[in-house]
Each structure stands twice: as structure tokens, then as C-alpha cells.
């Protein structure tokens, strides 16, 4: 191999290289020099001044790396994709910090991955109107108080897109870790999510490639980004086993802080947030005041002081909470047969409602009263 190579090309070549990561990588290139010369030295100068596996030297395997990096550097020129391999000033600086980082990392979108205070939310995929609620005001309450906030999730269902739309609605950037290339979104059902985040500031970031398949073990792979990217992990809701528990895990093993939302012991998930919290491998959270406590972070002071306003539920309003407390799956159709009211009247009843958190809107079209209420 004499040929001249794009550094792109080489780049995303060798993060292809079988079994590679950010501390293999470095002590690779600590041999070889640079992505280049793995490519261009002979197959029997590489084995000899590397001692690797013969079968990642030859010559027949070092071009096919070389032909599917060709192709995904002319989709990431298309796209105007960002990919930051490890001898990149802007290669994320707390991914450094991780010996099973990606040797590559690509992203879509301005955020700084590098701000200065990062949390990751993660959580159930089967929020409840209690995780919904304190991650919605967790996030008001961080982003009134702290200047250079990022919040990244994963973009599943449940607490993570909760997570996004809370950074969304309060104007801070917020970065969506994925466990695919950056040629599709999954969910599909939160690609318009997707577009906002990278318009609105923020960022979609991968390890993968265009042409990378999907498979159950890339989101497994996936939470140690989440973890790594972040000063602080944060559970909001989870049962003893899942993707939120396996982040607190790779979290802890990072020297990241933990926390944990606590919740009933009856409450399916906040089993898992408990037990973190039980077995001392998380530290509670009750307000974003415990986690710039825990963080010694500096709360910007407020430009002014501004009493806030108290609302007080009408006996009417009183009325449709309790009815939807006794029917959680009903829908402004069912409370209208139930309550027998009109729906224009009721319709305009849940909006000032929800305007005075006083309720939420849930998907499918269902409300659960807040816990401000």
C-alpha cells in the first residue's frame, strides 16, 4: 500500500479496525505513528513493529477498511457531519477520560460537548406522570440557575425524550446519544424531536457508521457515552434491570456522580433508583439544588426577584383534577362523557390548567395532575 490517503479516510478506517478503542488506539498509534502509516506499511513491517493479530496487518482486510471509510468521509462531507477522532482538539474531553471510549466520535449540531456543566437524564422508557414531572421541572429549575448547561440523553420513549423537550422548552442545548449512524433516527416517532435539538443548539451524537446495522448491543455500547459525556448521571425512574441501571453502573465506574429520584417502594420503577440509592451507588436528588450541592457548582444569582405566582384550583377545576386522578387512561373525549361537560368548555378548562401546572399532557392524549397541585 504506497498510496496517498485522505486523513479522513484513515481516520475512519482505522476507529473500524476491529476491536479498537480509545486505549488500544492510542497505544496503536503510539507504534505506527499515525492512521496513515497503518495503511501504507507493508503487512510484514506492520506485524513486526506492532505484534497484533496477522489478520488485522493484512493487506486483503486493511483495504476493505479503507473502501467502507471512502465511502462514509463522502456522506459525512454531504451531510456536514462532525467526525472527531481521538487526535482532534475537539475530540470530547471527558470521552478522553475513558479507556473503552470510541476511537471516533461523530455528531450532527453545534453543542459544545465540552460545556461547562453536562448532566446526562436517563431513565425508563415507561415514565410515569411523577418522572415526567420532576424531569420537566428539574431542568427549569438548572437552567435558571446555571449558565453552560448541556443535558444529554439517549432519545428512547419515556424519561430520555422527556429530557430533551424539557432542555428544548427552556432554551438549553441538549445532545442525543444514538446507538445507530446518523443516516437514520430511532425511534422514528422522534425524529421531529431529532430536528429540533440539532436546530435548537444541540447535538446528535454516535459511535457509529452509515452503514453500521442495528442491533440490541449497540444501545448497550451506547450507555457509556451517556455516562461518559456528563459530570453527573441522574435516574429518574427505573426498575432494578435495564439501560438506566447499566448507565448508573458504567457511570460509577467513570468516577461520575450519581443520583437517583426516590420514589415509593411500591412504585415498579423506582425499584431501581431506590436500590441505587439503598446500596449508597447513588446519591438522592430532590430538587436541582442537591445536585449543584453535590457538584460544587456555582448558582448563577438571579437578576431579579420575582415572587411566584399561586394558583388556586376553582371547584370545577378541583372537579376534572380528581376525575382524572380516579381515570389516568381517559382522554378529553372520556372526561367530557364522564363529567358531562362541553368539550369546547373543558377544552379551555385543561388548557389554563396545564398553563397554571396544575396538569400535564401525557401521550395519547392522556393529562395527569402535577404534584404541585
Given amino acids: 500500500m504506497t498510496e496517498t490517503i485522505d486523513p479522513l479516510v484513515a481516520r475512519i478506517a482505522f476507529s473500524k479496525i476491529k476491536g479498537i478503542n480509545h486505549s488500544t488506539a492510542t497505544r496503536l498509534l503510539g507504534i505506527v505513528g499515525s492512521p496513515e502509516n497503518f495503511f501504507t506499511l507493508s503487512t510484514t513491517a506492520l506485524a513486526a513493529s506492532t505484534g497484533i493479530d496477522s489478520r488485522l ?3 486483503t482486510y486493511r483495504q476493505a477498511l479503507l473502501d467502507a471509510a471512502r465511502s462514509e468521509a463522502e456522506f459525512i462531507r454531504q451531510k456536514n457531519i462532525s467526525a472527531n477522532f481521538i487526535d482532534s482538539d475537539r475530540y470530547p474531553r471527558r470521552l478522553s477520560e475513558c479507556d473503552d471510549a470510541p476511537s471516533m466520535i461523530y455528531s450532527i ?4 460537548l465540552d460545556s461547562l456543566h453536562t448532566i446526562s437524564v436517563v431513565g425508563t422508557r415507561h ?3 411523577y418522572g415526567l414531572d420532576f424531569v420537566k421541572h428539574l431542568i427549569a429549575d438548572l437552567a435558571s440557575s446555571l449558565d453552560s448547561l448541556v443535558v444529554i440523553s439517549g432519545l428512547a420513549y419515556g424519561i430520555d425524550v422527556a429530557a430533551h423537550r424539557a432542555a428544548l422548552d427552556n432554551a438549553v442545548p441538549t445532545v442525543a446519544v444514538v446507538a445507530h449512524g446518523l443516516n437514520t433516527i430511532y425511534p422514528a416517532d422522534h425524529r421531529a424531536t431529532a430536528a429540533k435539538i440539532v436546530g435548537e443548539g444541540g447535538a446528535i451524537v454516535t459511535e457509529y457508521t452509515s452503514d453500521a446495522a442495528i442491533h440490541k448491543g449497540n444501545f448497550l455500547a451506547r450507555n457509556r457515552i451517556v455516562a461518559s459525556l456528563a459530570d453527573a448521571v441522574i435516574v429518574v425512574e427505573s426498575d432494578t434491570k435495564g439501560g438506566a441501571m447499566s448507565t448508573a453502573r458504567i457511570a460509577n465506574a467513570y468516577n461520575r456522580e450519581v443520583m437517583a429520584v426516590p420514589g415509593r ?3 415498579t420503577y423506582s425499584r431501581g433508583c431506590n436500590e441505587l ?3 449508597q451507588t447513588a446519591s438522592i436528588i430532590r430538587s436541582a439544588d442537591d445536585l449543584i450541592e453535590a457538584l460544587n457548582w456555582t448558582a448563577k444569582k438571579p437578576e431579579c426577584v420575582q415572587t411566584d405566582i399561586e394558583f388556586e384550583m376553582t371547584s370545577e377545576q378541583k ?4 376525575y382524572i386522578i380516579s381515570h389516568p ?3 378529553v373525549n372520556d372526561i367530557c362523557v364522564g363529567l358531562g ?4 368548555r373543558l377544552s379551555a378548562m385543561l388548557f389554563e390548567m396545564e398553563m397554571s401546572d396544575m396538569i400535564i399532557t401525557l401521550p395519547g392524549g392522556r393529562f395527569a395532575v402535577t404534584n404541585h397541585s
Fill in 109 to 112: 449540531g453545534p453543542a459544545n
Fill in 329 to 331: 387512561d381517559h382522554t
Fill in 57 to 59: 496487518c493484512d493487506n
Fill in 341 to 344: 361537560l362541553p368539550y369546547h
Fill in 127 to 129: 415514565a410515569t406522570p
Fill in 277 to 279: 440509592i439503598a446500596r
Fill in 319 to 322: 372537579t376534572v383534577a380528581d
Fill in 265 to 267: 417502594t411500591t412504585d
